[in-house]
Nanobody
Framework: VQLQASGGGLVQPGGSLRLSCAASGFTLDDYTIGWFRQAPEKEREGVSIISASDRRTNYADSVKGRFTISRDDAKNTVYLYMYAVNSEDTAVYFC????????????????????WGQGTLVTVSS
């Protein structure tokens, strides 16, 4: 199982960005994929997940209505579309995978994910 996150960079406040998580070595439909982020001197936090099989999604309150997660099985890639970004979105973003689904209360908790990609840095600044 391998995950490769990409798409980070410098974006102005109010701008948008698309992060990609390319998966290999497993069938995407069998895994729940999550995006997490870690800002300097802060703990890693769950941003969004897309569930195995049913593709149900979940978002942290801080990004709800601004971020969208989606999955392209043909490309074995999960995307995180980030809109109306602000300085609080500055962080290293990681994608992670876990086989099967999680109960909603656990979906945004990093400790339930078994496979992690390297991070991609998003900096929101003018």
């Amino acid at each position: 199982v391998q995950l490769q996150a990409s798409g980070g960079g410098l974006v102005q406040p109010g701008g948008s960005l698309r992060l990609s998580c390319a998966a290999s070595g497993f069938t995407l439909d069998d895994y729940t994929i999550g995006w997490f982020r870690q800002a300097p001197e802060k703990e890693r936090e769950g941003v969004s997940i897309i569930s195995a099989s049913d593709r149900r999604t979940n978002y942290a309150d801080s990004v709800k209505g601004r971020f969208t997660i989606s999955r392209d099985d043909a490309k074995n890639t999960v995307y995180l579309y980030m809109y109306a970004v602000n300085s609080e979105d500055t962080a290293v973003y990681f994608c992670a995978a876990r086989k099967g689904r999680l109960v909603r209360s656990a979906q945004l908790q990093a400790r339930y994910f078994d496979y992690w990609g390297q991070g991609t840095l998003v900096t929101v600044s003018s």
